[in-house]
């Protein structure tokens, strides 16, 4: 049996452009999520969901980066491709910011930090 401690970072994704009538679809994540999984060798889940706000609701998707005992990624390395799929995402929806939950912290990354 191997034990890690455990970290993951959670990307919350919103379907809908900023600004635009334009929504996007779980396929589209899936499709982007699986370059990416073959690109960098991370594991990802996807899990739909819909966010509230104030006055309004949209549709989205979390998707966690977590450890794998079997790959010794470290946590740097889990923040590092949450924000680097998190950049991609920021391109390909047309979104202002995204936000990345962590074990420990919490970012907000931002459209000019492309």
Do not use: W
């Not at 779980?26 to 819909?50: A, E, I």
């Amino acid at each position: 049996m191997k034990i890690k401690k455990t970290f993951t970072a959670k990307i919350l994704i919103e379907f809908k452009e900023s600004y635009s009538a334009v929504n996007h679809t779980l396929d589209d994540v899936y499709g982007l999520c699986d370059n990416y999984c073959r690109k960098v060798g991370v594991r990802l889940s996807v899990t739909p969901t819909t966010f509230f706000y104030t006055h309004s609701a949209t549709y989205g998707c979390f998707i966690e980066l977590f450890k794998n005992p079997r790959v010794p990624h470290s946590n740097y390395d889990i923040v590092g491709a949450a924000i680097d799929l998190a950049k991609t995402f920021l391109k390909e929806f047309k979104q202002e910011r995204i936000i990345i939950i962590c074990t420990d912290q919490t970012y907000m990354v931002e459209k000019e930090d492309l």
